[in-house]
């Protein structure tokens, strides 16, 4: 399991083989079944979590509406944190479910500061990892400003195959903005066309 980690990391830095064997001792491998939690609104998120395999969604649920909003999904060799609530140890205001079986590598906060301690290297992977995540957010921020519902699931599907494969459309609907019959009534348009 903790090759897939390697890998992504080296996929941006160069690690020597004493500092690989010495990222393994810091992380501890977790399996979530269908329908597990791996954090709960008011909870503080207390591991930085790595996924190998599976498929997890993050969410809140709306207090007007009652309804799941779809905040991101991360699929194998994605990273699934509420981050604001990791870094400052406080209580999270949103949850992280797993969609199917996950594999996760998960590292606690302190272990995760020592890490970093260890091996300074990894403060650019970590840097870099949370520039590609904030740049996702404000991509997706403008789309949803800019783009019409036809637009948005054209663009989801276009550079989230993975996802759009392996989530329920009723969850991708959510991620959208939309209601589940909007998107099956979309889909139908599309494979017409």
């Not at 979530?32 to 709960?40: F, I, S, V, W």
């Not at 520039?131 to 949803?144: A, C």
């Not at 663009?155 to 998107?183: H, M, Q, R």
Request: charged content about 30%; aromatic content about 12%.
């Amino acid at each position: 399991m903790k090759e897939s980690l390697i890998k992504s990391i080296s996929k941006y830095i160069k690690l020597n083989s004493k500092e690989e064997n010495l990222i393994e001792t810091f992380w501890s491998k977790k399996i979530l079944e269908k329908g597990d939690y791996l954090l709960r609104n008011g909870e503080i998120c207390r591991t930085d979590n790595f996924i190998v395999s599976g498929t997890l969604k993050a969410f809140y649920i709306n207090s007007n509406t009652g309804k799941e909003e779809i905040l991101y999904f991360a699929i194998e060799n994605w990273w699934a944190t509420d981050i604001e609530s990791f870094q400052k140890q406080k209580p999270s205001i949103y949850n992280i479910q797993a969609i199917e079986k996950t594999e996760l590598l998960q590292i606690r906060y302190n272990s995760f500061q020592e890490m970093l301690k260890e091996i300074p290297k990894l403060e650019r992977f970590f840097r870099i990892i949370l520039e590609n995540y904030l740049g996702s957010l404000q991509r997706r921020i403008i789309l949803n400003n800019v783009l019409d519902a036809e637009q948005r699931y054209s663009n989801f599907l276009e550079n989230y195959p993975k996802i759009a494969d392996k989530v329920p459309n009723y969850l991708i609907a959510s991620y959208l903005g939309i209601t589940a019959e909007f998107l099956s009534r979309m889909r139908k348009k599309i494979k017409a066309s």
